[in-house]
């Protein structure tokens, strides 16, 4: 699935534009954030958006996004992005997904700037960090036999299966896919696995739905130790690797370098292990993944805000009283480039999502009941790429796959994919 992470910033500066008495400042670098579909360039208007010079001409005509790969002096695309109204938090923002769509892109990394362009010339911006298109699995449906071992994927044209493809047979079923995620920097996501009782962690680097090689990035003997996050604890485009320990509550992180371990850091011990770690997201916006937590008896909800392997802080978000409800999705359901927490009760078949800012939640909204509780919540991908995550439901017993098309919290639609009558076949589900 494309997607556009953001890195630290880096401190803005002014650009002479229009003569020697007047200048066009940007407020702040671009904000490139963008955690799932779309892709939106997020960055502060100029001070002189407003402002109409002598001539009655305005001292900004447009904005221009260019897009470079790391360290190129050109950009090889650029969007004409007009001028649109800055939002209420005062920052513009502008979905692109469908120029990408159309785009040649070289691989790897990537930088931005946008330039407010005026009657006499343009001003940039210094380059946005830097953030990678990750294209691949995430937006199809990967399936894992329980039986066999057999790995399929169906790429995916919104709701319409368009093919199905058998990508491998792991006959050691005790081999689990834990991750989907973009390891190796190339802008698609990768195969991560864990035996569950040799402890060997494998990372299976993929083009679409090839695998191009498999290795062996290392052994952790103690299987209580359990694989439950791959988000980008660093910022350096590439995806590391969260562990929980299910008995003694320990929390550590890989942090990666393509299929190489760079460090293995203890971020904390959480003695209670009621707590449980159900999602990952950037919650805070500022490029590096971060962690929440449900307690799955007193339903409390935490997020710990991450600076690489650090903890920076914990928030109680709410209580859940009713631990029936299950957390289920971390995913942009109202397009603001935040991420959302998407609920689903075991025995009655609500689903809920809660909107958040960071780690506030600011609302709660009731999307739907499904009373047949055979229907599991197992993805949210953005399948028609209208920038709002979507849901994706597989029946446990008859094998029916569904997709939700959703518009923040509203429902739009829901499609029947496919029916898969061996219900061995189970569609990998990645936190």
């Excluded at 988000?231 to 690797?241: F, L, S, V």
């Excluded at 449980?276 to 490029?287: K, L, W």
């Excluded at 991450?306 to 957390?327: H, L």
């Excluded at 909204?365 to 047949?372: G, N």
Aim: aromatic content about 10%.
């Amino acid at each position: 699935m494309p997607s556009w992470t953001r890195r630290r910033s880096r401190a803005p500066g002014l650009t002479a534009l229009l003569s020697t008495i007047f200048t066009i400042a940007f407020a702040a670098t671009l904000q490139a954030q963008v955690l799932s579909d779309p892709r939106v360039a997020e960055f502060s208007p100029s001070p002189d958006h407003w402002v109409v010079l002598n001539n009655g001409e305005p001292a900004v005509l447009r904005y221009e996004l260019g897009v470079y790969v790391l360290g190129a002096s050109a950009p090889f695309a650029t969007v004409d992005m007009g001028k649109p109204s800055p939002g209420p938090d005062g920052k513009i923002r502008y979905d692109f997904s469908a120029q990408v769509a159309a785009w040649p892109l070289p691989g790897g990394g990537y930088e931005a700037r946008v330039s407010a362009v005026g009657p006499q010339g343009a001003a940039p911006s210094n380059p946005s960090n830097p953030f990678t298109f990750t294209g691949g699995l995430k937006n199809d449906i990967l399936w894992r036999h329980a039986t066999t071992g057999e790995v399929w994927a169906w790429p995916m044209d919104g709701t319409t299966r368009v093919t199905e493809t058998r990508v491998a047979t792991v006959a050691d079923v005790s081999y689990k896919i834990v991750g989907l995620a973009d390891y190796t920097g190339d802008g698609k996501e990768d195969i991560l696995w864990h035996h569950a009782t040799r402890g060997e962690v494998w990372i299976w680097p993929m083009d679409g739905t090839t695998r191009v090689t498999e290795t062996r990035v290392g052994t952790v003997p103690d299987t209580g130790y359990q694989i439950v996050g791959t988000g980008d604890y660093n910022g350096d485009g590439k995806a590391d690797i969260l562990w929980h320990h299910a008995t003694r509550g320990e929390v550590w992180v890989w942090l990666m370098n393509r299929t190489t371990v760079v460090s293995e850091t203890k971020v904390a011990t959480v003695p209670d292990v009621g707590y449980r770690i159900v999602g990952t997201g950037d919650f805070n916006r500022d490029g590096q993944a971060d962690i929440l937590w449900h307690h799955a008896t007193r339903g409390e909800v935490w997020v710990w805000l991450m600076n690489g392997a650090t903890r920076i802080s914990e928030t109680r978000v709410a209580t859940v009283p009713d631990t029936g409800y299950r957390i289920v999705g971390v995913a942009d359901y109202t397009g603001d480039g935040r991420p959302d927490i998407l609920w689903h009760h075991a025995t009655r078949g609500e689903v809920w999502v809660w909107p958040m800012n960071g780690t506030t939640r600011i609302s709660e909204t009731q999307l739907a009941t499904v009373p047949d509780t055979g229907y599991q919540i197992v993805g949210t991908g953005d399948y028609n790429g209208d920038g709002n995550a979507d849901i994706l439901w597989h029946h446990a017993t008859r094998g029916e796959v569904f997709v939700w098309l959703m518009d923040g919290t509203t429902r739009l639609s829901e499609t029947k994919v496919a029916t898969v009558p061996d219900v061995g076949y189970q569609i990998v589900k990645i936190k």
